[in-house]
């Protein structure tokens, strides 16, 4: 059974600043890799999807990579803005890609 | 997020009452997915619909919920008898094989 740890728990930064944020999987045999994000109260807004032949996976200032020996995933956030506080999640498909496995998430706050 | 919608938002009962939660995805998604949330754990897997049938339920907690989907469109998920354990953020998802697309989710609060 896949199983995905998410680190840290919490984040704060102030804004400006760029930060990663980790996600590791202990079965590398992965269709694939999603990143998430959830605002309060809302559902979980798709943010990047790294196959597994991929490497990384760009949209703005967003940066996704996956090291699928290292069983490790890391979301790059370049120029953190305080919309970009949120709850992360990242999420690895079950081998027959019919159940995700997720994280449970980096809270981040971006200071103003 | 965009094309999938629960409903209600939000809940709240009493333990022992009856909840059914819904799901309206947009068409033409033949997977369907419920998944759960429950306080200060990971988001997890409930059961998978492929069309109108159950591919996979091996998450449902127990036989107090069930699952349907008519005619392989919207689904209900329905909790009978409600569990104090039951509350947590219930969501739906749609999309192909390895990615999902999910709705805003049911908060669902029993007391």
């Known amino acids: 059974k896949q199983e995905v740890t998410q680190i840290p728990a919490a984040l704060s930064v102030p804004e400006g600043e760029n930060l990663v944020l980790n996600c590791s999987f202990t079965?590398?045999?992965?269709?694939?890799l999603q990143w998430f994000r959830q605002d309060p109260g809302k559902g979980l807004t798709s943010l990047l999807l790294?196959?597994?032949?991929?490497r990384e996976q760009t949209s703005g200032r967003l940066n996704a990579s996956l090291d699928k020996s290292s069983g490790r995933s890391t979301l790059y956030i370049a120029a953190s803005q305080p919309g970009d506080s949120a709850t992360y999640l990242c999420?690895?498909?079950?081998?027959?890609?019919?159940?995700?496995?997720f994280g449970t998430g980096t809270s981040l706050t971006v200071i103003p | 997020e965009a094309g999938v919608t629960q409903f209600p938002s939000h809940s709240v009962i009493e333990k022992g009452q009856t909840v059914t939660l819904r799901c309206d995805p947009i068409?033409?998604?033949?997977?369907l997915y419920w998944y759960r949330r429950v306080m200060g754990k990971e988001i997890k897997f409930l059961l998978h619909?492929?069309?109108?049938?159950?591919?996979?339920e091996s998450g449902m907690p127990n036989n107090r919920f069930l699952a349907e989907r008519t005619g392989g469109t919207y689904s209900t998920l329905k909790v009978q008898p409600a569990e104090l354990e039951d509350s947590g953020v219930y969501f739906c998802a749609v999309g192909p094989t390895a990615e999902a697309f999910f709705g805003q989710g049911t908060r669902l609060t029993v007391v």
């Open positions: 619909f492929v069309k109108e049938s159950k591919q996979d």
């Open positions: 068409s033409g998604h033949d997977n």
């Open positions: 079965d590398s045999a992965i269709y694939n």
């Open positions: 790294i196959q597994s032949s991929q």
């Open positions: 999420a690895a498909p079950s081998n027959t890609g019919n159940q995700f496995y």
